[in-house]
């Protein structure tokens, strides 16, 4: 997607419809500055702001994905250009989510070790020790529930029976087993259990 020129097309757009900046940033319940950010290209509406964007320009989902008007001819084909788009795209921020949650699951692991070490270690009084211990743990349950959060949300598991391919709740994700990114779950669609892999695609 050429977020330049879908910026250039809702800016075209919002100005045929004589409407400023802040009067569109007021129907769609959002600052001036992030209306700004979308016409220079430096930002996307959010999923969940796209069909009102484009209620209130009178475009479709599809035009503001391209950029452009489109006739009827061009409607389909765009359509699946523009589905392969978003696909890639989530597929890119999948990516980037799973290498946060090692990031993050190392470093707060790494941090929790040493904050222990200089707990039981270092001459210090006991009231201290307790509270880098506490600090220490604070700190590794709060990595782990955004790293549970990005397992469950970037990509999907398989079940291996149906091949099924689905997002867990975080309760399932919390209790399963698991090795690396393969859990034990059972599949909301044929309700069988098996080890589940975590798919991008």
Excluded at 34 to 39: D, G, H, L, P, V
Excluded at 174 to 197: I, N, V
């Amino acid at each position: 997607m050429d977020q330049v020129a879908i910026g250039k097309f809702i800016k075209e757009l919002r100005k045929a419809k004589g409407l400023t900046q802040a009067e569109l940033a007021e129907k769609l319940m959002v600052s001036e500055k992030t209306i700004s950010k979308w016409e220079c290209g430096n930002g996307f509406p959010e999923t969940s702001l796209m069909l009102p964007l484009c209620e209130e320009l009178g475009i479709t989902a599809n035009e503001l994905l391209s950029g452009k008007r489109l006739s009827n001819e061009e409607y389909s084909k765009q359509a699946e250009k523009n589905l392969v788009l978003l696909r890639a795209e989530q597929e890119r921020s999948s990516k980037f989510l799973l290498t946060l949650e090692y990031v993050l699951g190392y470093s707060s692991s790494i941090s929790l070790l040493i904050l222990i070490f200089v707990a039981s270690f270092c001459e210090l009084p006991t009231a201290w020790r307790i509270v880098l211990i506490v600090f220490g743990l604070l700190q590794t349950i709060v990595c782990i529930h955004f790293c549970l959060l990005i397992e469950k949300d970037a990509g999907f598991y398989e079940c291996q029976h149906c091949h099924n391919k689905y997002i867990p709740s975080y309760k399932q994700v919390l209790f399963s087993m698991h090795y690396g990114r393969t859990r034990h779950m059972r599949c909301p669609k044929c309700g069988k259990k098996s080890w589940q892999k975590k798919v991008l695609k």
